[in-house]
């Protein structure tokens, strides 16, 4: 199961009874640092347009949390980062 909220964003599971909730991403912290900064800008560049290394999980670069990985999270990285956009979604 998914669950999702404009704050957090993370599939559940139920083992026995009880739900089981993995560690959330850190959107736009492209290469897994944990921060967001010019690097994560850099990398996801080099991963979308010069056949650079993917993020792992994918899912960090997915800054707005719709499963698509394309220019809008792009954009909005750069707008959170340098114009006080907003932050990214999940956790």
Do not use: H, W
């Not at 998914?2 to 290469?31: H, Q, T, W």
């Amino acid at each position: 199961s998914k669950f999702s909220s404009n704050a957090i964003s993370y599939d559940v599971a139920i083992e026995s009874g009880k739900v089981l909730i993995p560690n959330c991403l850190m959107r736009g912290d492209v290469n897994g640092d944990s921060s967001i900064n010019l690097s994560d800008l850099v990398a996801f560049i080099a991963y979308s347009f010069n056949n650079g290394t993917a993020p792992s999980p994918i899912g960090l670069a997915d800054f707005d949390c719709n499963d698509v990985i394309n220019l809008q999270d792009i954009v909005l990285l750069v707008a959170y980062m340098f114009e006080d956009g907003l932050p990214p979604c999940g956790c």
